[in-house]
């Protein structure tokens, strides 16, 4: 809580007498099957980018926080890795991560992408969620601007008819395309009444509350991730070692030593992700560059390496050292 020191209670009456709706803070969370859209519904909602996203599949690893700072509410948003059938003990604990949330939150936003048919991933996960029963549901269909009407009202058909069959009513069924800005801000309307009545729980201005070095290795795994296939993209384990702000800058030049490494599963990954005369290693370095100074607002040397971890996703040793 920090600077807060407003009594919720007095607060909210004060509010109430002046004819004004009190305000309100709280969790909502999106899940959904891998790729739903839920990092770039969470991006498009905070209005800057917290979590990375990728058309890879299991691009978030651990849950983003985004904060939505509104007069009438502050909505912290949970963004949690796409739930899947685990193939590894990374995929275990991944899903470890999404149901331990889930059961947290006041609000359950679940996503289901509109080109997409309504299938088993899906299915498993809203039966799931039909048992949390105190927690207002919320359908959200993602990426409307990739169907015509049609596609898009048999997906809210088939998405409410799912709510019923597994004997619970969404508290709200919503389009929304994050790409096109459509009903974003509608959707920040219709969670708002849904959370509990408390003064903010951040402080104003604070939009993430993933640490500054997450931040800058999940940019880099963003950019690697760019154009591999396979099995590659699950492969790849971004860690920053270190950002030393460099020393005998004049006060107006400053520049931000940050020392990264790429982890890889096999050495036979390694050429890959260097690639040829090592040029796809720099790419990503001079892509993920230009995020991470963006973010913190300086200059910045990246130096990047690459290294293996053998077989990081199932070994519980390996998984430790890499944050998870
Ligand atoms: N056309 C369109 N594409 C979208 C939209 N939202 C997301 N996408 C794309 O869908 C892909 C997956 O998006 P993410 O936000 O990373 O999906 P996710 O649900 O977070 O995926 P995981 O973290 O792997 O569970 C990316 O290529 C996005 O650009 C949208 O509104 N319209
Ligand atoms: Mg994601």
């Known amino acids: 809580m920090g600077a807060m020191s407003v009594r919720p209670d007095t607060d909210a009456a ?95 936003g679940f996503c289901l992408p509109a080109d997409q048919k309504l299938g088993p991933g899906d299915k498993y996960i809203v039966k799931e969620l039909a048992g949390i029963k105190k927690t207002p549901k919320i359908a959200i269909i993602t990426k409307t601007d990739l169907v015509d009407s049609k ?22 069924i919503i389009p929304v395309s994050a790409v096109k800005d459509t009903q974003v801000d509608l959707l920040g309307d219709l969670i708002a009444p849904l959370l509990p009545v408390s003064p903010p729980l951040y402080p104003e201005g604070d939009l993430t509350d993933e640490p500054e ?25 971004v860690v920053v070692e270190e950002m030393i702000p460099r020393e005998g800058r004049p006060a107006d030049k400053p520049l931000l030593d940050i020392h990264a ?27 993920s560059r230009k995020h991470i100074e963006a973010l913190l607002g300086t200059p910045v040397f990246l130096d990047l390496h690459v290294k293996v971890a053998k077989d990081w996703q199932r070994d519980p040793k390996q998984l430790r050292k890499l944050g998870f």
């Open 151 to 172: 596609q898009l009202a048999e997906q809210l058909i088939a998405v409410s008819r799912l709510g019923e069959e597994l004997g619970f009513e969404w508290a709200e």
């Open 213 to 237: 070095m997450v931040m800058v290795a999940e940019l880099i795994r963003e950019a690697a991730l760019e154009g591999v296939r396979d099995e590659l993209p699950h492969s790849i384990a």
């Open 261 to 287: 490494n790429v982890y890889i599963e096999r050495p036979s990954q390694k050429g890959i992700i260097i690639g040829p005369k090592g040029k796809r290693l720099k790419d990503v370095g001079t892509k």
């Open 14 to 108: 004060a509010q109430q007498a002046a004819g004004e709706a009190p305000h309100r803070a709280g969790f909502a969370c999106f899940v959904g099957r891998p790729n739903a859209g839920k990092s770039t519904l969470t991006n498009a909602l905070v209005g800057q980018k917290v979590a990375i996203t990728s058309n890879r599949p299991q691009t978030t690893r651990h849950t983003v926080r985004g904060i939505v700072h509104r007069d009438d509410a502050q909505l912290i948003l949970v963004d949690t890795p796409g739930l899947h059938k685990p193939r590894t003990l990374l995929g275990e604990r991944l899903n470890d991560v999404v149901r331990t949330t889930w059961a947290e939150v006041d609000v359950i």
